[in-house]
C-alpha cells in the first residue's frame, strides 16, 4: 500500500534541492508533489490577475516564473487560485488532484492521499503563510529514503501518512 511523506519547507532553494536530490535517487514526477504560494499574486506573465476560468494546471506552464527553476522540475506545473489561499503553484501528481478539489483547498487533496483532515488543513494554513509543501508518495524502503532526503534538506514537519 502506498503512503505519503508529506515536508514543509521555509524557502524555495531549500525545496528545489531537496527535490532535485530525490530525483537524482530514483523518485520519478509520478510520486513527487509541491505546492507552493505564489508570491506574485496570481500574475501571468503580466497579463493581469488570474480567474477561477484561468485554472489549467494540465497544461504545463507556470505564472511567470514565480518559484524560478522548483516548478519546472515536476511535470504538469501550473498555476491554481484557490479560495481562502489566493494563487498557488502546484506541480506532480498532487496538482492534479487540486484541480478537482478547488472549493476544498489544499487539505481537501491531500485527503486522496492519505493525509487526514486536520493535518490536511494544518499544512494549507502553512502553505498560506508562504512555506512549500513537499509529497513524496511510494511504498516500503523507498518511504523512509524519502524521508531522509527531505530532512537533509531541511524540511520541517516530515511526517508520513
Do not use: W
Not at 490577475?49 to 524560478?68: I, P, V
Not at 508518495?137 to 529514503?145: A, N, P, Q, T
Amino acid at each position: 500500500m502506498a503512503k505519503t511523506v508529506v515536508a514543509l519547507f521555509r524557502d524555495h532553494s531549500s525545496a528545489e534541492k531537496a527535490v532535485r536530490d530525490m530525483k537524482e535517487r530514483g523518485f520519478g514526477d509520478e510520486e513527487i508533489s509541491l505546492v507552493a504560494k505564489d508570491e506574485e499574486g496570481g500574475r501571468r506573465g503580466g497579463e493581469g490577475e488570474m480567474s477561477y476560468e484561468d485554472q489549467n494546471l494540465a497544461d504545463g506552464t507556470t505564472t511567470g516564473g514565480a518559484l524560478g527553476g522548483l516548478a519546472g522540475l515536476l511535470a504538469g506545473a501550473g498555476a491554481l487560485l484557490i479560495p481562502g489561499i489566493g494563487p498557488i503553484i502546484a506541480a506532480g501528481p498532487l496538482a492534479g488532484a487540486l484541480t478537482g478539489v478547488v472549493t476544498g483547498g489544499v487539505a481537501g487533496g491531500l485527503i486522496d492521499y492519505g493525509i487526514p483532515e486536520e493535518r490536511g488543513q494544518h499544512y494549507e494554513e502553512q502553505v498560506k503563510e508562504g512555506k512549500i509543501l513537499v509529497t513524496v508518495r511510494s511504498r516500503g524502503e523507498e518511504l523512509e529514503k524519502a524521508a531522509q532526503i527531505l530532512k537533509e534538506n531541511g524540511a520541517e514537519e516530515v511526517e508520513t501518512h
